[in-house]
């Protein structure tokens, strides 16, 4: 079941500009992360937030987690071209598995469309 | 280099047929998962496995089957049984629970003819 919706579903600015995505979801969670994919590629991890942090940075990356409203946000400051991709948000459940790894539930994507 | 590999890049079957997307990391991970994609969509989990020889339903398991015997490998066989398998195919693979980034292959995209 998909957990994670974004928000808005295509976004499209000019170079320079920021841009800010959003993710809701409807349980508790152990952690959330936001992944990138380039058209037909696989997806690449950029940042987690755990479920007692509140904001986290990482290079132009700003994203901020709000656990009473089951929401978080992704901002990409000065964009660039090559920030043109789908991103996703993904949440892990506060039921840790046993053993290795992360069961993580992901949304539908934003896309984003960054212009020269 | 450390990574994920996923072959073939681009897959045809026939109805009717099973087919296998193979998935190799060299990453020591001990967790792997599968998740396929549709056009416009976010990934759906249809198998993982946390260990060698052990392997869990994901939410869309119905008409695919895995297997985990090394731990490098974590084959996906899309069989006849499954309804619609045309998609984009995602292995991922993940260390321990205090490393709970997964790092994805580059996929298998399987059209059915």
């Known amino acids: 079941s998909q957990q994670g919706e974004e928000d808005p579903q295509a976004l499209s600015i000019q170079e320079g500009e920021n841009a800010t995505m959003n993710c809701s979801y409807k349980?508790?969670?152990?952690?959330l992360q936001w992944y990138r994919q380039n058209s037909g590629r696989g997806l690449v991890h950029l940042i987690l937030?755990?479920?007692?942090?509140r904001e986290k940075h990482s290079g132009r990356l700003r994203v901020t987690l709000d656990t009473s409203k089951k929401s978080s946000s992704l901002l990409i400051t000065a964009s660039r071209a090559a920030d043109t991709a789908s991103y996703f948000c993904?949440?892990?459940?506060?039921?840790?598995?046993?053993?290795?790894?992360?069961?993580?539930?992901f949304g539908t994507g934003t896309q984003l469309k960054v212009e020269l | 280099d450390g990574g994920i590999t996923q072959s073939p890049k681009y897959l045809f079957r026939k109805e009717g047929q099973n087919v296998t997307l193979s998935c190799e990391q060299n990453?020591?991970?001990?967790?792997m998962y599968w998740y396929r994609q549709d056009p416009g969509q976010g990934l759906r989990l249809i198998y993982y496995?946390?260990?060698?020889?052990?392997?869990q339903k994901g939410d869309i398991a119905e008409g695919y089957s895995v297997s985990r015997e090394k731990k490098e490998s974590f084959p996906l066989t899309v069989t006849s049984a499954q309804k619609n398998p045309t998609a984009f195919y995602l292995c991922?693979?993940?260390?321990?629970?205090?490393?709970?980034?997964?790092?994805f292959g580059p996929g298998t995209r399987l059209t059915v003819l």
């Open positions: 991922a693979s993940s260390g321990r629970m205090d490393q709970a980034e997964q790092f």
């Open positions: 349980t508790s969670i152990n952690n």
């Open positions: 937030i755990r479920s007692n942090e």
């Open positions: 993904a949440t892990a459940g506060s039921s840790i598995l046993t053993g290795g790894g992360n069961k993580l539930t």
């Open positions: 990453l020591n991970h001990d967790a």
């Open positions: 496995s946390q260990i060698v020889n052990d392997f």
